[in-house]
């Protein structure tokens, strides 16, 4: 294969004013180009660089006479100086850069210099020399490229990225993203199963059954389609369409590694754990994927569940050798001990990672020692998302816990869904809406309480400022000082829930608060109620010296704002 020259490139920025020494320094360089006296230009070049060294064009056409001398190293830190010091919009050198590479006979570096290139450069078709680079490349390299799927399809590396915010938990954003990009590639496969399993993350199920159908209407044999389609279908109970559905699964043999691996995967979690079996072993014996640490895991997870003992210890051996910072063989080995010695039932998972509760256990995490790692870590941020939807009451706490020390955008956004969702435990909610608050996220806040939608004020809008009443606050903090030795941090939380929605659904007309006792001795009764605990009305008539008439008329009016109801109240 001939040598590439690389092509001198002019500045984008015209109005550009070069001083008058670079100017003529710049006039004979380019005429020492003409006749090409490649030493002589590379001399005025670099004076001109010199003298305007802002001016972009000096130092890329310096590049290019280097590379024309065969000093490719040189001409790339250059071209590497222009885009991160002189002008970053500058995308073409990456392409130069590139040409570079390749006339060096380093494809791999090419190819990632030219992946930037594809990556940055504005939207159109390639041009020839571009498509050249390509092609030589690819044929250097002799494998499947990823420059050869950036050429047919545009969105490719959007999408790579995507999918990374995707296993970094970022679901939010990667459905925005993924949404963005299947508008301008409605025939992108990967991004819209993508998308379905994101719909799914966050629990939008109804959208993601639609987006999987939606694909397989577009492509019938879509392997990974195929395979969430059944996912889905699991978790709106379809058994007998997914029975139907998944022997056509088993009746598949994909040929690309990727496709083996997704469908092995989805069996295990469908349950059929020997036909996955089988299909990690059958991409173990052909070589594919061998330096992942993860199918060695769920080949022994598939193994461990058809009674392959000796044969699952085996594979937790290999991931101990491969990844022995994660902790996940070692915990599985312990988990099989236990098996062997008990037959009791264990739970043995497909995810790659250590089960919540005991990622908790081993960092014993609290808001002083919270490990950077957990708030960073992908696999673990994802499994916060995966437990606050499928963990049980425990679980779902602990993940609120750290969810109130990670504290950032993608964890607001899941707080605010979980608090919408009609299957979740109430005090579950009241928690997800005080870290909302700790966290200083915006109100109002919307949550499904006591079986209705409940908005939810801790303060007035901005447009109310001035007109509270200071005797609001002087009742709560009444009541709380009475309770506090009385109920947990999370009970008080509680009454200060009732009150501001007492609050929000008066306002305006909330009373003038004359007997403040009173009021207070209500909210505390409503909080004896309300956790199933017994008070009488004597009882706190006496500790706030109110008569027991005015706290059972508050009681009532709060009671009737909040819908409330009242369990076998004591009088």
Same mark, same amino acid.
């Given at each position: 294969?001939?040598?590439?020259?690389?092509?001198?490139?002019?500045?984008?920025?015209?109005?550009?004013?070069? #001083?008058?020494?670079?100017?003529?320094?710049?006039?004979?360089?380019?005429?020492?180009?003409?006749?090409?006296?490649?030493?002589?230009?590379?001399?005025?070049?670099?004076?001109?660089?010199?003298?305007?060294?802002?001016?972009?064009?000096?130092?890329?056409?310096?590049?290019?006479?280097?590379?024309?001398?065969?000093?490719?190293?040189?001409?790339?830190?250059?071209?590497?100086?222009?885009?991160?010091?002189?002008?970053?919009?500058?995308?073409?050198?990456?392409?130069?850069?590139?040409?570079?590479?390749?006339?060096?006979?380093?494809?791999?570096?090419?190819?990632?210099?030219?992946?930037?290139?594809?990556?940055?450069?504005?939207?159109?078709?390639?041009?020839?020399?571009?498509?050249?680079?390509?092609?030589?490349?690819?044929?250097?390299?002799?494998?499947?490229?990823?420059?050869?799927?950036?050429?047919?399809?545009?969105?490719?590396?959007?999408?790579?990225?995507?999918? *990374?915010?995707?296993?970094?938990?970022?679901?939010?954003?990667?459905?925005?993203?993924?949404?963005?990009?299947?508008?301008?590639?409605?025939?992108?496969?990967?991004?819209?199963?993508?998308?379905?399993?994101?719909?799914?993350?966050?629990?939008?199920?109804?959208?993601?059954?639609?987006?999987?159908?939606?694909?397989?209407?577009?492509?019938?044999?879509?392997?990974?389609?195929?395979?969430?389609?059944?996912?889905?279908?699991?978790?709106?109970?379809?058994?007998?369409?997914?029975?139907?559905?998944?022997?056509?699964?088993?009746?598949?043999?994909?040929?690309?590694?990727?496709?083996?691996?997704?469908?092995?995967?989805?069996?295990?979690?469908?349950?059929?754990?020997?036909?996955?079996?089988?299909?990690?072993?059958?991409?173990?014996?052909?070589?594919?994927?061998?330096?992942?640490?993860?199918?060695?895991?769920?080949?022994?997870?598939?193994?461990?569940?058809?009674?392959?003992?000796?044969?699952?210890?085996?594979?937790?051996?290999?991931?101990?050798?491969?990844?022995?910072?994660?902790?996940?063989?070692?915990?599985?080995?312990?988990?099989?001990?236990?098996?062997?010695?008990?037959?009791?039932?264990?739970?043995?998972?497909?995810?790659?990672?250590?089960?919540?509760?005991?990622?908790?256990?081993?960092?014993?995490?609290?808001?002083?020692?919270?490990?950077?790692?957990?708030?960073?870590?992908?696999?673990?941020?994802?499994?916060?998302?995966?437990?606050?939807?499928?963990?049980?009451?425990?679980?779902?706490?602990?993940?609120?816990?750290?969810?109130?020390?990670?504290?950032?955008?993608?964890?607001?956004?899941?707080?605010?869904?979980?608090?919408?969702?009609?299957?979740?435990?109430?005090?579950?909610?009241?928690?997800?809406?005080?870290?909302?608050?700790?966290?200083?996220?915006?109100?109002?806040?919307? @949550?499904?309480?006591?079986?209705? @939608?409940?908005?939810?004020?801790?303060?007035? #809008?901005?447009?109310?400022?001035?007109?509270?009443?200071?005797?609001?606050?002087?009742?709560?903090?009444?009541?709380?000082?009475?309770?506090?030795?009385?109920?947990?941090?999370?009970?008080?939380?509680?009454?200060?829930?009732?009150?501001?929605?007492?609050?929000?659904?008066?306002?305006?007309?909330?009373?003038?608060?004359?007997?403040?006792?009173?009021?207070?001795?209500?909210?505390?009764?409503?909080?004896?109620?309300?956790?199933?605990?017994?008070?009488?009305?004597?009882?706190?008539?006496?500790?706030?010296?109110?008569? *027991?008439? *005015?706290?059972?008329?508050?009681?009532?009016?709060?009671?009737?704002?909040?819908?409330?109801?009242?369990?076998?109240?004591?009088?």
């Amino acid at each position: 294969m001939n040598e590439r020259p690389i092509l001198r490139l002019a500045s984008r920025k015209s109005n550009v004013m070069i #001083p008058f020494d670079a100017a003529l320094f710049h006039e004979k360089a380019m005429k020492s180009l003409e006749r090409l006296h490649y030493v002589k230009a590379e001399k005025y070049f670099r004076r001109a660089a010199e003298l305007d060294p802002f001016n972009p064009s000096h130092w890329c056409n310096l590049a290019g006479v280097l590379a024309e001398l065969g000093r490719y190293s040189e001409s790339t830190a250059l071209l590497q100086y222009v885009v991160s010091e002189v002008d970053r919009e500058l995308v073409e050198c990456y392409f130069y850069m590139a040409n570079n590479h390749a006339n060096s006979e380093e494809f791999e570096m090419a190819e990632l210099r030219l992946i930037d290139f594809m990556t940055m450069r504005p939207s159109g078709p390639l041009d020839e020399d571009v498509e050249e680079l390509i092609d030589w490349i690819c044929y250097e390299l002799d494998r499947p490229t990823a420059l050869s799927e950036l050429r047919k399809h545009s969105g490719y590396v959007e999408h790579d990225r995507a999918r *990374t915010l995707l296993e970094e938990g970022k679901f939010s954003e990667a459905i925005e993203a993924l949404e963005k990009l299947i508008e301008t590639q409605p025939d992108f496969m990967p991004a819209r199963n993508n998308l379905a399993l994101a719909y799914y993350y966050v629990g939008q199920f109804e959208r993601a059954m639609q987006m999987v159908q939606d694909l397989l209407e577009r492509d019938p044999h879509n392997v990974h389609g195929m395979c969430n389609f059944a996912i889905f279908m699991q978790h709106f109970g379809q058994q007998q369409s997914l029975n139907e559905w998944m022997d056509g699964l088993r009746k598949m043999m994909p040929v690309q590694p990727d496709h083996a691996f997704k469908l092995a995967t989805t069996m295990g979690i469908l349950g059929d754990h020997d036909t996955a079996y089988q299909l990690f072993r059958r991409i173990q014996k052909r070589g594919e994927l061998m330096d992942d640490a993860s199918l060695y895991h769920y080949t022994a997870v598939a193994a461990f569940h058809t009674g392959r003992l000796d044969e699952a210890a085996k594979m937790w051996e290999v991931v101990r050798e491969m990844d022995p910072t994660s902790g996940v063989a070692e915990y599985y080995l312990n988990v099989l001990v236990r098996y062997r010695e008990s037959r009791s039932k264990v739970a043995v998972s497909y995810h790659y990672h250590l089960p919540f509760e005991e990622q908790f256990r081993l960092n014993d995490i609290t808001e002083q020692n919270f490990p950077d790692r957990l708030r960073k870590d992908p696999l673990v941020r994802s499994s916060f998302f995966w437990a606050l939807r499928y963990g049980d009451l425990q679980t779902k706490l602990q993940v609120l816990q750290a969810f109130r020390l990670i504290g950032d955008h993608e964890v607001e956004a899941a707080l605010r869904e979980f608090m919408l969702r009609t299957e979740e435990n109430d005090d579950l909610k009241k928690v997800a809406l005080f870290v909302l608050q700790s966290i200083g996220a915006a109100e109002p806040f919307q @949550l499904f309480l006591r079986g209705k @939608l409940t908005t939810i004020h801790t303060v007035l #809008p901005e447009s109310k400022k001035g007109l509270e009443d200071p005797t609001w606050q002087d009742i709560l903090e009444m009541a709380i000082k009475q309770m506090r030795d009385s109920f947990s941090a999370l009970e008080l939380h509680e009454i200060q829930l009732i009150w501001f929605e007492y609050l929000s659904k008066e306002y305006p007309n909330i009373p003038r608060f004359y007997k403040l006792g009173g009021w207070a001795a209500a909210l505390e009764y409503v909080n004896y109620k309300i956790h199933g605990r017994s008070v009488t009305y004597e009882e706190l008539a006496s500790r706030y010296d109110v008569s *027991t008439g *005015t706290i059972r008329r508050y009681v009532k009016v709060i009671q009737s704002a909040c819908d409330l109801t009242e369990p076998g109240a004591n009088k």
